[in-house]
C-alpha cells in the first residue's frame, strides 16, 4: 500500500432496512476516503444515516439492516462480506465507532457485556 492510499475506502454504499416485507433504502451511494492524519466529518441532520453507515463500516448494522451495495475498503481490501468472526478481530483494534451521544452508544443488537468484551 503506498503511502497515498487510502486507509478507508467507502464507494458506492448503499444500506436498507427491512420492515415487515418491505427494504427501505436509508443510505444512497455514499463514498468517501480517509487517509493516514486525516479526519473525516459525516455531517447531516438526524435520520440521514450516518450512525447507519459507521456501523455498517464496522459491521454492526442491526438484524433488519443489509448492504446493498458498494464497497468497503479498510487497507486496500474489501471488508464488506467478512465474516462476524473475523470482524471481531478488527474491532477495537484496527477500526472503531465513536459514537457522538454516549446515551445511544451501545449498540442493541448485542449484549452489553459482549460489547464490554470486545473493547477488552
Known sequence: ????????????????YRSG???RQVVHDVSFE????????LVGESGSGK?????AIIGLMAENGRRDGGEIRLNGEDIADWTQKRL?????????????????SLNPVKTVGAQLEEIL
Open 51 to 55: 450512525t447507519t453507515t459507521a456501523q
Open 1 to 16: 500500500m503506498s503511502a497515498s492510499a487510502p486507509l478507508l475506502a467507502v464507494k458506492h454504499l448503499s444500506l436498507s
Open 34 to 41: 480517509l487517509r493516514a492524519g486525516e479526519m473525516v466529518a
Open 21 to 23: 416485507h418491505q427494504w
Open 88 to 104: 471481531d478481530r478488527l474491532r477495537g483494534v484496527r477500526i472503531s465507532l465513536v459514537p457522538q451521544d454516549p446515551g445511544n
